[in-house]
């Protein structure tokens, strides 16, 4: 006797997903013009050497959704804003629209978002920072789940993950879970041309909804604390007692650093990198190929805070200071300084690293000395 059986067929639950890069995003971060928005900035990035790097931090978050590619269907937009990109990793695409001119622009962005949002995907995901965020934001508001890849100079918004492979981590979690929370995430303001000139200028835009894991999503931007000055003066006080003699010091961006430069009676560049040297400044507003010129030939500290409320040491707004010059530099020659009260701001979440190098972050995980007072310091976890 012969049976015959017909296996049943398997039924594959397709995602159809959004993806969107913003090409430009982030292209000035190393060279020290601490955003991309505007056509002269972009000219001016380039001129300096600077190269595009949104499509590398998607491609690790892509590479994160390796497991469920099959399953995916892929809304795009075309060349550099998507299509390049899952050609070359093999997933099953459909771009869409039309780019008008070789350089992208926020409209792009936004008639992306607007035809996804037609079409109907389940889920929207962007490379780019805040300015992107807030393009996206204008089209679909809170009616699609969103997930912003961080690749760009400033990143104060909370719809971001915490680094691009993070941002896989989590839309796989969302994409294959029966459940995952989605909450209102704020998207901020933020006014570059203040920014440029050392001050920022930060409101909050609007709302959209991501998929929450606390563990993978940034938290907001917060501001300095008032009442911290006496604190601030002590760990600057701490720093400058214990500088070495012709060793270059790498100063980082934010208050807390600025507080250092003005205990020494220097100048400083808020919001972007200075290098001190035997307590004077050889080099303003540093760029990336000025500190791996320095770090080449002469032995370097890197000084970096804590980002307040999110928790970056290397990653978000300090983009001079490149995996390339902190491998050069050296785990032991990295200072990490912060007030214990952003330190308990975080709530237990580690210190986070996001170089863009997996290698550098890896080298940096783990627990790192964080000096918070004159004669006070503890040991914190990093993680990326």
């Given amino acids: 006797m012969f049976l015959f059986c017909q296996a049943k067929k398997k039924v594959v639950d397709i995602k159809k997903i959004g993806f969107i890069i913003n090409p430009i995003a982030g292209i000035g971060g190393k060279v020290g013009l601490k955003g991309s928005d505007g056509e002269e900035t972009l000219i001016k ?3 300096m050497g600077a190269k595009p790097e949104a ?10 959704l390796f497991p469920i590619k099959d399953n995916l269907q892929v809304i795009t937009y075309p060349g550099e804003m998507g299509e390049n990109l899952l050609r070359q990793c093999g997933f099953n695409y459909t771009a869409i629209g039309s780019i008008r001119n070789e350089i992208t622009t926020a409209e792009d962005t936004k008639n ?31 009616l699609l789940p969103v997930i912003g890849i961080p690749a760009g100079v400033k990143i104060h918004s909370a719809v971001f993950a915490t680094s691009p492979r993070n941002a896989g981590e989590l839309a796989l979690l969302y994409l294959t879970r029966k ?19 050392g001050r920022v200028s930060a409101k909050l835009y609007g709302y959209m909804k991501v998929p929450f894991e606390r563990r993978l999503v940034q938290n907001l931007k917060s501001g300095r604390a008032q009442n911290e000055d006496e604190a601030l003066r002590a760990i600057a006080d701490r720093l400058i007692e214990s500088m070495e003699q012709n060793t270059a010091y790498i100063v980082g961006p934010g208050t807390t650093t600025a507080v250092l430069m003005e205990r020494l009676k220097l100048q400083n560049t808020l919001l972007g990198v200075d290098v001190v040297l035997n307590r004077k400044v050889i080099k303003k507003d540093a760029t990336e190929r000025d500190l791996l010129a320095l770090v080449k030939q002469k032995k370097s500290k890197i000084i ?20 390339d010059v902190i491998e050069h530099v050296g785990k032991e020659n990295i200072i990490v300084i912060a007030t214990k009260n952003k330190i308990v701001s975080l709530n237990g979440q580690p210190l986070l690293i996001d170089t863009g190098k997996d290698e550098v972050n890896k080298m940096l995980q783990g627990y790192i000395r964080v000096i918070t007072g004159y004669n006070d310091e503890m040991i914190y976890k990093a993680d990326f």
């Fill in 55 to 64: 499509s590398l931090k998607a491609l690790k978050t892509l590479e994160a």
């Fill in 304 to 323: 970096v805070t804590v980002i307040g409320g999110q928790g970056y040491i290397f990653g978000r707004g300090n983009q001079q200071i490149s995996a």
């Fill in 112 to 142: 992306a978002a607007r035809q996804m949002l037609k079409i109907g995907v389940e889920l929207l995901i962007f490379a780019g920072g805040d300015g992107t965020a807030r393009d996206v934001h204008d089209i679909v508001g809170s």
């Fill in 179 to 197: 459940k995952v929370d989605l909450r209102q995430c704020e998207v901020m303001d933020i006014d570059e041309d203040a920014f440029r000139q």
């Fill in 45 to 47: 990035a380039q001129e």
